[in-house]
């Protein structure tokens, strides 16, 4: 069974047909800092616990989630520049990243 983007309503999955259409797949950092900030960005709520998701060893993010800029060719192949975040979602804002002033109270 393929890899699918773990990005809420993404549809994209790691397959032969998605990698020739130019699609790429990028496993969450292992740095705990960036690794925070990837799950605030993709804003994924556990519908049980309503805490934020904390992603699995295998979750990952498609490259439709991310700017062109983002990336680099490094030995002929498309990979994230160091410390890039994705940020190219459908899904709305949530309060928490709107309101600036009080800080986000999801659990991590």
């Known amino acids: ?58 979750a990952c993010i498609c490259s439709d989630h991310f700017f062109q800029d983002d990336f680099e060719v490094y030995g002929g192949q498309k990979r994230l520049k160091a410390g890039v975040i994705p940020s190219v979602f459908s899904f709305k804002v949530s309060q928490c990243q709107k309101r600036e002033e009080s800080p986000c109270t999801h659990t991590i």
């Open 1 to 58: 069974m393929p890899k699918a983007c773990s990005a809420v309503n993404c549809p994209n999955r790691d397959t032969r047909e998605n990698r020739a259409k130019g699609l790429s797949f990028h496993s969450f950092p292992k740095a705990h800092e960036l690794r925070k900030k990837w799950m605030l960005a993709v804003n994924r709520i556990e519908p049980g616990s309503r805490k934020l998701w904390i992603p699995g060893s295998g």
